[in-house]
Every structure is written in structure tokens, then in C-alpha cells.
């Protein structure tokens, strides 16, 4: 089965603070993603990899960065957390598209909250 | 980019009914997936149906996919109180793309 495990189910920052979301899959995949949930606006790709050391923007980037130097960990970065981070960050992998199945699997999200 | 919409944004049904919800996407596909949230958790995939597909059955779930009306359907049978959950489409257009989701329908299924 595959497994996408990330840091931590809650985390509660302060204003300003450097934020590390972690995500680790256990399956070899090539592609990763992050998005974050909000009530009424559904999912959100905030950045994805395709590869090790490879990053392509997605539609809401601003305030975040990521890093990833392995192949099976893709991290999130908030440089200053600022409240309206505060959200649903859900991370996923998948295989590249024919090369098996294209499903992504999400890991069981980090609720964060920054005061 | 929303490139999913579903319909309805909530629904709540008996058990033992169905339950059937639609999406609708803007821009030509490969593929159209649906994927199930219970409260709180990760998204678990559900189904994939390619663009020349038209139906698929999985279990209880049977999608359409209507390329033509740019629209797809998801039709839970004899539902349970454990299908309690938020659906979500998503498509895939072009390419190794990342998946665009839709904002998802919530099910409730009353015992």
C-alpha cells in the first residue's frame, strides 16, 4: 500500500515564524504536491515536483517555498507565517502519467494555525 | 485554476438510497478521477475514467463521463451511513499535469 506520512496532523505557529511542513512517500513516486484546503474554495496546488531538486509553481505560491533534495520527501515551507496561512495542507503523490496508474495519494493533512 | 465544479455542494440522504453527484469541467481532458474525504483526513482516490470512456463501475459507484457536455457523474447505490463524506472530481487535461480538483460535494447519509 502506499504510504504518505506528514510531520504533523496539528501544528500551531506565531506570526512570523519560519513554518516546515514535511512529507515523506514510501512508493518511489516521481511527482509530489502541495495544496492547502480552505471551507468553500476546495484544494489549492500551492507548488509541485516532478523530480529531485525540481519544483514548478502552482496557482498560489505567494508566502511559500519548498525543497526537495530527496526523491521520497517534498517539504513546504512558510518563510513568516502570517494568519492567513492558516489552513488545510495536504500533501499527495503520484507516478508520472503513463507510467501506471495516475491517482494521487494524499497524506492525511497538517491543520495549521497561526496566531 | 478550478477547472471542476460539482452539483450539488451538499446532499443528504436516508440510507439505502442513491446518491448521485455531477461535475462539470471547462477545457478537454485525459482523464476525470473522483476522490472521497471523510471529515478532517486525506483525500482517497475512488475511480479514474478516461476520456474515451464513457461509464465504469466500481462496486457500488458507477461514473459517466459525457466528453461532449464536458460533464461527469458519480451514482453511489444503496448508500451507507460510512459513505458520510465530501467528493471531489478532479481532471487531468494535458501532459504530466497536476490534476485540477473541483470543490467538492458533501454527503451526508442518515441512518
Known amino acids: 500500500d502506499v504510504k504518505v506520512t506528514q510531520s504533523s496532523r496539528y501544528l500551531v505557529k506565531r506570526t512570523g515564524e519560519k513554518v516546515f511542513l514535511e512529507c515523506v512517500q514510501d512508493?518511489?513516486?516521481?511527482?509530489m504536491f502541495w495544496y492547502r484546503q480552505d471551507p468553500g474554495l476546495g484544494l489549492r496546488l500551492i507548488y509541485f515536483?516532478?523530480?529531485?531538486?525540481?519544483?514548478e509553481k502552482g496557482d498560489i505560491p505567494e508566502g511559500y517555498s519548498v525543497s526537495r533534495e530527496k526523491k521520497e520527501r517534498f517539504s513546504l515551507i512558510l518563510e513568516s507565517a502570517s494568519t492567513n496561512q492558516t489552513s488545510m495542507y495536504l500533501c499527495?503523490?503520484?507516478?508520472?502519467?503513463?507510467?501506471?496508474?495516475?491517482?494521487?495519494?494524499f497524506g492525511p493533512g497538517t491543520r495549521l494555525t497561526v496566531t | 485554476s478550478q477547472q471542476g465544479e460539482e452539483d450539488p455542494q451538499a446532499l443528504s440522504i436516508q440510507e439505502g438510497e442513491n446518491a448521485t453527484m455531477n461535475c462539470s469541467y471547462k477545457?478537454?481532458?485525459?482523464?476525470l478521477q473522483w476522490y472521497r474525504q471523510n471529515s478532517g483526513r486525506g483525500l482517497v482516490h475512488l475511480i479514474l475514467?478516461?476520456?474515451?470512456?464513457r461509464e465504469k463501475h466500481s462496486g457500488r459507484l458507477r461514473v459517466t463521463l459525457d466528453t461532449s457536455k464536458k460533464s461527469s457523474s458519480l451514482l453511489i447505490t444503496a448508500s451507507r451511513a460510512a459513505d458520510t463524506a465530501s467528493y471531489f472530481c478532479?481532471?487531468?487535461?494535458?501532459?504530466?499535469?497536476?490534476?485540477?480538483f473541483g470543490k467538492g460535494t458533501r454527503l451526508s447519509v442518515i441512518a
Open positions: 478532479a481532471t487531468e487535461s494535458s501532459g504530466n499535469t497536476p490534476l485540477v
Open positions: 499527495a503523490s503520484s507516478l508520472p502519467l503513463g507510467r501506471g496508474p495516475y491517482e494521487q495519494y
Open positions: 477545457t478537454s481532458i485525459n482523464n
Open positions: 515536483s516532478y523530480d529531485v531538486k525540481m519544483k
Open positions: 512508493m518511489d513516486h516521481e511527482n
Open positions: 475514467i478516461r476520456s474515451n470512456e
